[in-house]
């Protein structure tokens, strides 16, 4: 896979994680759907493995591509902030326009 090619699935694999918390019932996506709803504590801890899995599969796409870079806190405060901002549609569409019947 060409390095092009390897940000974008990036990019696309982070927007998919990043909303899957908000966008289903499930635990982790394939575990059992809740009794009633996920509280949003639970949907923040899934946001933050999901990062961490995003991240392990930017890392497995760098080491294929050649050399890994160090990175330093500022790498990981960027990182995480942009992850919170890929995934405010789904927070969005699970507590602000959906409507709670």
């Not at 090619?5 to 927007?15: E, M, T």
């Not at 599969?57 to 960027?78: N, S, T, V």
């Amino acid at each position: 896979m060409s390095l092009t090619g390897s940000v974008w699935l990036v990019i696309i694999a982070a927007l998919i994680a990043a909303n899957l918390p908000f966008v289903n019932h499930r635990w982790l996506v394939v575990g059992p759907a809740a009794p009633q709803h996920k509280p949003l504590a639970g949907r923040v801890a899934e946001l933050v493995l999901m990062y961490f899995m995003v991240g392990g599969l930017a890392l497995l796409l760098e080491r294929r591509a050649g050399q890994i870079a160090p990175q330093g806190w500022e790498f990981y405060a960027i990182t995480g902030t942009l992850f919170l901002t890929l995934a405010f549609p789904g927070f969005v569409y699970r507590y602000l326009l959906r409507r709670h019947g």
